[in-house]
């Protein structure tokens, strides 16, 4: 069922850094790139009030919200305890360089 | 390949403790194996006393719950006593014949009641204060028996003695010293204690040499006769006349001890594979009984067993609160003084307050409070850090609400706080949740509290509040780390004086550098300590470190504000709070095109656009731009506004071109970073309508010149600035507030504003580099124009092909 979508180069989106992908519906998500070279993509909404992912500082593989300091879990759109909730995650993939997103 | 093998002698709180801390920085490094006498799980031994005194339920004070060993591998074997250590094979053997292998041994036996050596010691009735058996046996004493006897009239002997008097009994204190808790309390304060303890309905023996236990027709303790012959009756008596080491075992298997197991600052033994910690140990010659220094040891033995080999315990500074609800007394330092020592004292008997501080050398080095303890963790704070009091010593005895500190005056008594009232107003936590927080996951510190109940995270003006909260509820074991060893982040055990020394002393210059160098123990940091490393790396090396994009909080990235529903404001620069048509039409022409929703005139004299879309602000920016403004920095630790009033240009009172002075000023900052934000004003006469009293740096116009004030702040804690000194001229206003800004931009930690840097420096210290030193001010000021030549707007930069990318999402069709 996965629909990959070329998004961008990996070179587009700084080290530890991120870029939004916008969609039609369904709202923006957000790519992020560690200092690894690993990518991520989620659903650019904190699951606390809803901040743009996409705008935190990126550590490790967690990113932390601009808003109030959530720390959400790259790979597993979780909060890192002691807060609670979750980001909704998208299959992501580098090939060649470029980045392709499942939407 | 098999872990190594760490097995830990006693589940206690230093124990357990260490390995919590071993987990936090290298998890999965060992197999963890832990043995523990008692047949429960890791509980807070501290609260023992309210549970006696039936305030708490033994459930509430278990630490590590059964799970927490399970889920983090940890196999806990309880009720097993071990029996000995055989070194040569590296195994311990416990009482059952069972044995464990370790790589790593860990003892933390903690410490026994003394039992006086006195017949009728071993009689049943008669007990130490130590563990949940202990205070089961008194708990069921009250319920059977009338008459009690502590003997010890210290921190427990006292504790009990409530307990067993809220539980109904009869009970009497013997104590051998001239006045109660002779070892944390002066005379005075002691008589005090004394007499609101007897207003409770306690009784006291004082120099009173118990002589013998007496057994009773059932074979229990009845009565206790004292050297001369007096005898009362005693059908329980507690010992509480100080604890011993428990150093046994340790010593038995050849391990070097001296009154404790013997430890180095390592908080290793003479065997190099055994660590100890806790009240078992003996470290430079001392074997501390309360909590605080213990957790303090665990830090260091974690962080020497995981093998990164940073950190030594040099010893504590320790502080004592009694935990008898209704009585509040503190104690901390060298409280008793001596030749070399001065005292503050205040002493108001009917008002039953009593307050006194140690000085040496204009430091706090000790202090007893009676009645009203409410600054206990502040004056414990200004032990620790060593700060110099003089300049606040006229005031130092009336707390910290009178030296200028606050921001919630009147409400400062935490104990005296109603559960249901609010101590962080910015994520609306309650005492009462605070408190449930603290007790139920057993938090210790500042940043435990913040972590879990968010209370004091955000702008951090209530953690006085939650710091004295802390005290209230777990006593002793609270324990402030002093400022500047104080770790930045989780990411580091390294202090932001230790992290800004070392990059100017090694000569560090990018942030890989130094988290390798320093032992991060995270790849690339996390959004605490990546911000103040990018600070201090391009405040330290202006012209020769890269200033790193990720490494800054958003609105330095994107040069605008984010607000709460993701967009944008922007202000622009207008120097010195002036305007002119051409930039208002501007400014009005550009809020249409963008359709921006909210425009609004702010506190530092300029103008908001609120509510643009990350993609338009590169346009937005255009616009301004070519209308002349540039970027107003409202956004950034940096420079943010020079206000001021219309001064000598138009004002019948003005002495001073005020306008033209801000401009100056302003001009000479642009695109300053700063460890926080700066703001500034310039009054041109003493009237000061541009409300220079509380700036970083305020000026203020007088005939013959200028006043120049300091380290003043408007926002969470109003704080008045300080005066400075007064100059002349145009000039030496530029080269004054220069030099003091680059001193502060050098030397401050990040987070940290002008009003915290000064509190922690000290006035004292910065005239003497700003206003003693000519040659100093000069080159301090000739740095900071260095580090900001060739300054470029940023928002004339965002529109460089690399920059521009962040501004653009990338459009899918789905």
């Known amino acids: 069922m996965s629909n990959w979508k070329l998004i961008c180069k990996l070179d587009d989106i700084p080290q530890l850094g991120s870029r939004i992908v916008r969609r039609a519906s369904g709202g923006d998500i957000a790519i992020f790139r560690n200092s690894a070279d690993e990518v991520f993509a989620l659903h650019d909404k904190c699951p606390h009030k809803g901040g743009p992912l996409s705008q935190g500082i990126v550590h490790g593989r967690r990113v932390t919200c601009p808003l109030h300091g959530w720390n959400i879990g790259l790979d597993d759109g979780q909060a890192v305890a002691p807060d609670v909730g979750s980001c909704g995650r998208f299959a992501v993939k580098i090939e060649g360089g470029e980045v392709f997103l499942a939407v | 390949m098999s872990k190594p093998r760490l097995v830990l002698i006693g589940n206690g709180m230093a124990g357990v403790r260490t390995v919590e801390e071993l987990l936090k920085i ?49 196999t806990l074997h309880t009720g097993k006593q071990i029996a000995r250590i055989d070194r040569a094979a590296r195994k311990v053997i416990a009482e059952d014949g069972s044995e464990e292998h370790y790589d790593r041994l860990l003892i933390a036996t903690g410490s026994t009641p003394f039992m006086l050596p006195i017949p009728g010691n071993d009689l049943p009735g008669v007990i130490g204060y130590r563990d949940i058996k202990d205070t089961d046996e008194m708990i069921d004493a009250a319920t059977r028996h009338k008459h009690a006897v502590v003997i010890g009239g210290g921190l427990l002997g006292l504790e009990a003695a409530n307990g067993l008097k809220l539980r109904g009994m009869d009970v009497t204190v013997v104590h051998l010293g001239p006045w109660l808790l002779e070892r944390q309390l002066d005379e005075i304060a002691g008589k005090m204690l004394q007499k609101s303890l007897e207003d409770k309905g306690l009784k006291f023996l004082l120099e009173t040499q118990t002589e013998a236990l007496i057994q009773g027709e059932s074979g229990r303790v009845a009565a206790i006769r004292f050297k001369g012959g007096m005898q009362i009756p005693a059908d329980l008596v507690v010992m509480a006349a100080g604890i011993r080491p428990n150093y046994a075992l340790a010593e038995k298997s050849g391990i070097y001890c001296n009154r404790g197991i013997v430890v180095n600052d390592t908080m290793q033994t003479y065997d190099p594979k055994i660590y100890a910690v806790g009240e078992c140990v003996s470290h430079r010659g001392i074997a501390y009984g309360l909590v605080a220094p213990l957790f303090e040891q665990a830090k260091v033995a974690a962080n020497h067993l995981a093998g990164y080999g940073i950190g030594r315990y040099t010893g504590s500074v320790t502080s004592t609160k009694l935990k008898v609800t209704g009585i509040d007394l503190f104690s901390a330092g060298d409280y008793m003084g001596g030749k070399d020592t001065e005292e503050i004292v205040l002493n108001d008997p009917h008002g039953g307050v009593y307050k006194k501080l140690v000085i040496r050398d204009n430091k706090l080095v000790g202090g007893v409070m009676y009645g009203d303890t409410a600054d206990g963790p502040w004056y414990f704070q200004l032990l620790k850090d060593g700060r110099d009091i003089h300049d606040i010593r006229d005031s130092l005895i009336f707390g910290q609400s ?87 982040c989780g990411c580091t055990e390294h202090s932001h004086a230790k992290v800004r020394q070392l990059i100017r002393d090694e000569h560090l210059t990018t942030k890989e550098t130094i988290f390798a160098e320093l032992g991060w123990t995270t790849p690339n940091g996390c959004d605490k300590c990546r911000p103040a490393i990018n600070y201090y790396l391009i405040s330290t090396f202006p012209n020769e470190a890269k200033d790193d994009p990720q490494s800054r909080f958003i609105n330095e990235r994107a040069h605008a504000n984010i607000q709460n529903d993701g967009t944008y404001s922007v202000v622009p620069r207008m120097w010195g709070g002036l305007t002119n048509p051409k930039e208002l039409r501007a400014i009005a022409d550009a809020a249409e095109k963008y359709q921006v929703p909210t425009v609004k005139v702010t506190g530092g004299q300029r103008i908001d656009l609120l509510g643009v879309k990350k993609e338009d602000l590169p346009a937005i920016w255009a616009d301004l731009n070519a209308a002349g403004m540039v970027s107003g920095h409202a956004y950034g630790k940096s420079i943010r506004t020079v206000k001021t009033c219309v001064g000598a240009e138009h004002c019948r009172f003005g002495t001073q071109l005020a306008m033209d002075m801000g401009v100056k000023l302003e001009k000479m900052l642009f695109d300053m970073y700063s460890p926080h934000k700066v703001k500034l004003a310039v009054s041109g006469c003493p009237r000061n309508c541009a409300e220079a009293g509380i700036k970083d740096v305020g000026v203020i116009g007088v005939d013959s010149g200028y006043e120049l004030y300091v380290g003043g702040n408007g926002g969470i804690k109003t704080e008045v600035a300080q005066f400075l000194c007064k100059v002349k001229s145009d000039e030496e206003v530029m080269e004054y507030s220069g030099a003091f800004l680059q001193l502060y931009r050098e030397e401050g930690w990040y987070l940290e504003r002008t009003c915290h840097w000064l509190e922690r420096v000290g006035l004292d210290y910065v005239k003497g580099k700003i206003v003693a030193d000519d040659e100093g001010r000069k080159v301090l000021h000739a740095r900071l124009l260095d580090s900001l030549k060739g300054a470029k707007d940023p928002w004339a930069a965002s529109r460089e092909p690399a920059a521009i990318k962040q501004f653009i999402p990338i459009a899918v069709d789905a």
Not at chain 2, 57 to 70: G, M, P
Not at chain 2, 443 to 467: M, N, P, R
């Open chain 2, 26 to 74: 290298k998890p999965d490094h060992y197999d963890i194996t832990i043995f523990g006498a008692e047949p429960h799980p890791n509980y807070n031994r501290i609260l023992l006393s309210p549970v006696l005194a039936g305030e708490m339920t033994i459930s509430e004070i278990v630490l590590n719950e059964l799970d927490w060993y399970k889920e983090n591998g940890i």
């Open chain 2, 402 to 488: 009178l030296v200028g500190d606050v921001g919630h005056a009147g409400n400062s008594k935490a104990a005296d706080m109603a559960d249901s009232a609010e101590v962080c107003g910015c994520n609306g936590v309650t005492k009462g949740a605070i408190v449930q927080a603290i007790k139920a996951k057993g938090l210790f510190t500042l940043d435990e509290v913040k972590k879990h109940t968010k209370a004091a995270s955000s702008c951090g003006s209530c953690a006085g509040l939650v710091e004295q909260i802390l005290a209230s509820t777990i006593g002793g074991a609270y324990t402030p780390a002093a400022l500047d060893t104080k770790p930045m």
